[in-house]
């Protein structure tokens, strides 16, 4: 039942995708979670994730954007580049941070230089920082010119039904992934954290239909499976900035640790906030996608946040935090400081973690630091 979701994330060009190209359907990627993906499904359109794997060189991420940045952002441009997003017809740059918005850029003047790295319907999508009401109002305009904006390239008609149809579908596929995320809270083991984290990267890159049937099966398969006793692996929360290698889980784990809940993008960590199905859908994606501050690029809504993980910590038993940032991404970085802080005064051990995004070139370290922390927890 994992079997789909391993193949949809460990690939950029898997076979959910490949099929749904080959069939003759359009594919736009997208760059941030805070980009409503119900608008591309809306047109028919496959909302992807851009994902940073499978990434071997780093020489065109280097010459836009320089030495001293994050890597993912810098591994989408290589990759794109390199011609890997070629089955993408379409492309949205959000805001996410400074790093992922200059990728507008960077990406734009790469296309001059690399004939076939941009995608023919390219467009910046602006995110405000803050949920206030004047924020809520530039962000509903921020849509509308998206959906414009799409209607008009592909010439497709994106109702107010078929956006509400797109949210539902979305909408049940956050259902059955809380459902997930609650077997893990289990004593014993219901599913490993590295399966947990595989199914919720599957779910950006494959058809929401096809990923909410496959969900369902395995839901349905995990509730009635013998759970495997944790036999003293330590239970660890994994938050911090982006990732979507599903090896990072998979290190922690086979370090000896079980990964019972995460709060990374790409995880189920903006999975939680259902969007309304009533009223305007334009209001009810602005209101669930912006009141979501669970990310550190939301202004002013620290403590909103270490909520949100300290109640994740206690439901799941946490006993220790991992705390990972990608080298020079200073909103997770020094957010990272602060719950540390927090966690600690709680009694609950953290270790944070830098490191470099990419094929895990620093396994060696990582591990070494790993392991180390989870004796502390011994
Ligand atoms: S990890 Fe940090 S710097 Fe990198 S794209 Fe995400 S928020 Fe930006």
Known sequence: ????????????????????????????????????????????????????????????????????????????????????????????????????????????????????????????????????????????????????????????????????????????GRELLLEMESLRAAEDVVISGTDAFTVAVAGTVMPRQRFNEHLEALVHELRAAAPEPANGRKRILVTGSINDDTDLVGLIEDAGAVVVADNICFGIRSAADMVRTDGDPVDALAGGYLSNSVCPRMFGAYDQRFANLREKAARTGAEGVILQNIRFCDMHGSENSLIEKDFEAMGIPCLKLEREYGPLTETGRMKMRIEAFLEQLS
């Open 1 to 172: 039942m994992i079997t789909p979701f391993r193949e949809a994330a460990a690939r950029i060009y898997n076979p959910h995708a490949a099929e749904w190209f080959a069939g003759g359907g359009q594919i736009a990627g997208y760059t941030c979670s805070f980009m409503p993906p119900e608008i591309f499904h809306a047109a028919g359109i496959l909302p992807y994730r851009l994902r940073g794997i499978e990434t071997e060189t780093m020489e065109i991420g280097d010459a836009y954007y320089g030495p001293y940045v994050c890597t993912f952002p810098k591994c989408l441009l290589q990759l794109a580049g390199q011609g890997k997003y070629g089955f993408l017809s379409g492309a949205v740059i959000s805001t996410g941070c400074d790093a992922m918005r200059r990728l507008d850029e960077c990406w734009r003047m790469a296309g001059k230089d690399y004939p076939d790295a941009l995608p023919e319907f390219f467009h910046y999508f602006d995110v405000p920082h803050k949920t206030e009401p004047h924020a809520l109002a530039w962000f509903k305009d921020e849509i509308r010119r998206l959906i414009t904006a799409v209607s008009n390239h592909y010439g497709v008609l994106i109702t107010d039904e078929n956006l509400k149809s797109a949210i539902s579908c979305y909408n049940r």
